[in-house]
């Protein structure tokens, strides 16, 4: 399909082993709307707001520019981005894809999008924790959350290439993926970006930027991304980089999460790599108020109090060191798994 439009749907397009031009879709629609479950209502209405006359859908951010906020994303650069996420993966008309994640959000949007431009076959599952039960069929490639990867390690290798995103994936998560031949990536993006606009495989350390995209730093250190195939303004954002080259950034943090303990800065982020391996729960670093020092650093750790080996903290330089331990049964989190530092902080 030629410089295709948001008014296209493939003629390969296949939802669920059905050939599925834009009226069987919109007559779906309606279906899943007035019969269907939560996720496939969501799903419903989409599909007609991606039909409808207008050149933009409307979307909430996920307030990592900022706060949540609505926002109108232009159908077009929606489109430029499944065919910039087509290039820079190597998917192609034909190919087979697992649909897996929540429409509400803008990833399942823009999977669904994919699809449609690219010439996929693609399978609908319900968004679940773990989408590849009783799944035995075999896929070329699919997007999931780090938790929906976690439960479906053994089923993984079902599919050639797998994108991550919505949250960071863990040290131990990652070691369990090289031993796959699965091609795995961890992404990078926000829905500013329209999903990701950059992207690393799991053995990587330095995220690669997606066709047209162009990236800088801003004074603080922070990320600055120019994509006007997708935004005509400049994505302004709180993480701070490393540039490796014009097309390379080593992701350090959030700038928000940066500790000032007695006048040292310290980047949670980084302390939480050095103890990655060492800690088998989930855990954070966060600095609270402190009369000496302004803030001090302590770690948050999920699961029931006990006593951490010391010897675990002599990889960190002194400044590194937490103050103190405290441990909070379950972590808060967002829909995509991202843990809420400072509304879990308030648990401990």
Avoid at 16 to 29: E, P, T, W
Avoid at 126 to 139: A, F, G, H, R, V
Avoid at 263 to 268: A, S
Avoid at 271 to 290: H, T, V, W, Y
Wanted: with cysteine; aromatic share 8%.
């Amino acid at each position: 399909m030629n410089n295709p439009t948001y008014k296209n749907v493939h003629n390969r397009f296949k939802w669920n082993g059905l050939h599925l031009d834009a009226l069987d879709l919109s007559q779906n629609a309606i279906d899943f709307i007035r019969d269907g479950n939560d996720y496939e209502k969501d799903l419903g209405e989409f599909i007609l707001e991606w039909f409808d006359e207008k050149s933009f859908i409307e979307v909430t951010t996920s307030g990592t520019t900022g706060t949540p906020k609505q926002m109108q994303i232009n159908k077009q650069a929606m489109v430029n981005s499944a065919l910039a996420t087509g290039d820079f993966f190597d998917i192609t008309v034909g190919d087979t894809a697992l649909h897996c994640l929540p429409v509400k959000y803008i990833a399942g949007k823009m999977m669904f999008v994919r699809g449609l431009i690219l010439g996929l076959e693609m399978d609908f599952v319900p968004p679940s924790s773990t989408p590849l039960d009783n799944n035995i069929k075999e896929y070329d490639f699919a997007a999931m959350l780090p938790l929906q990867v976690q439960n479906s390690l053994p089923e993984l290798e079902n599919i050639k290439k797998v994108i991550i995103g919505g949250a960071k994936i863990n040290e131990t998560l990652r070691n369990e993926l090289l031993k796959l031949d699965t091609l795995v990536y961890e992404t990078y993006g926000m829905t500013e970006t329209i999903t990701h606009m950059a992207a690393k495989k799991i053995e990587d350390k330095a995220f690669l930027v997606l066709p047209d995209v162009k990236i800088s730093q801003d004074e603080r250190g922070c990320l600055v991304i120019s994509a006007s195939r997708i935004s005509e303004e400049k994505i302004i954002t709180n993480d701070l980089v490393e540039l490796v080259s014009e097309n390379h950034f080593l992701l350090l943090g959030r700038i928000d999460n940066v500790i000032n303990s007695g006048g040292v800065k310290l980047i949670p982020e980084h302390i939480e790599e050095k103890l990655s391996g060492n800690i088998l729960q989930r855990f954070f670093a966060i600095g609270i108020p402190d009369e000496t020092l302004g803030e001090k650093l302590i770690l948050v750790v999920e699961g029931e109090a006990e006593t951490i080996d010391s010897t675990i903290l002599e990889v960190l330089d002194k400044y590194e060191k937490p103050k103190e331990i405290r441990y909070v049964p379950k972590f808060k989190e967002t829909a995509s798994g991202k843990v809420m530092r400072k509304e879990t902080l308030k648990l401990s």
